[in-house]
Structure formats: C-alpha cells, structure tokens
Nanobody, 126 residues
Framework: QVQLVESGGGLVQAGGSLKLACAAS????????MGWFRQGPGNDREFVAA????????YYADSVKGRFAISREDAKNTVYLQMNSLKPEDTAVYYC???????????????????WGQGTQVTVSS
C-alpha cells in the first residue's frame, strides 16, 4: 500500500497552466497504475487521467484530452498532471489515486481505486 499527498493547486486565470504533483510513500509505487480524479462544486468525483504502471499507456477524459498530460517519475515516487489551457469548468478539488492491487491496468472508475490523497484545490478564474 502507498500513501498519497497532492500538491501544486492554486488560483489561475483561464488559459493558464498548472502542474500538480502526487507524492507517494510506501512500497512498490513503480508497480501501481495511478489515476487523477476531480470533484467540482456540487458534482460527483470524476475521472481525469490515468497512467499504467509502466508509464507506457495513458488515458484521458474527453473533457481534458489535448490539454492535460499525466506522467510519472518512479525515481521520485511521484505522478504529475500537467494542465494547460485551463477553463473555469476545470475548477475542482483534484485527487490522485492508486488501485488496491499491483500490476493492474489503469481504470477510469472510482471503484477501481482504493487509496486516495487528500486533494488539492484548483480554481480557474474567467
């Protein structure tokens, strides 16, 4: 099991960029697929992006495809979310997550993930 801590959130104008980081502690980070989710005001938590444990495969929600990029740096036990061309509708608390098991394919459903960080707030002003 890993423990997750997000950072990098903040206030940015529409069209701007932010890079979120999720630092993991614990064992076997390099063997976990990782995901990013977000929860906006009054909304359910929704899938944003995921990356395989090898880093070779990535998945994105349609709403962020072409604007966001997920990556990982196993030497630092960290997964990143680069967010470009931000829109007010991207305003949300962003969470990183890891599945319960090692070596599973990255998924887009909340129930596929068993470990969550505390979240970091991203606010995009118009």
């Amino acid at each position: 099991q890993v423990q997750l801590v997000e950072s990098g959130g903040g206030l940015v104008q529409a069209g701007g960029s932010l890079k979120l980081a999720c630092a993991a502690s614990g064992r076997n980070f390099e063997s976990y697929a990782m995901g990013w989710f977000r929860q906006g005001p009054g909304n359910d938590r929704e899938f944003v992006a995921a990356i395989s444990w090898t880093g070779a495969t990535t998945y994105y929600a349609d709403s962020v495809k072409g604007r966001f990029a997920i990556s990982r740096e196993d030497a630092k036990n960290t997964v990143y979310l680069q967010m470009n061309s931000l829109k007010p509708e991207d305003t949300a608390v962003y969470y990183c997550a890891a599945p319960q098991d090692l070596f599973v394919a990255p998924g887009s459903r909340r129930e596929e993930y068993g470990t969550w960080g505390q979240g970091t707030q991203v606010t995009v002003s118009s």
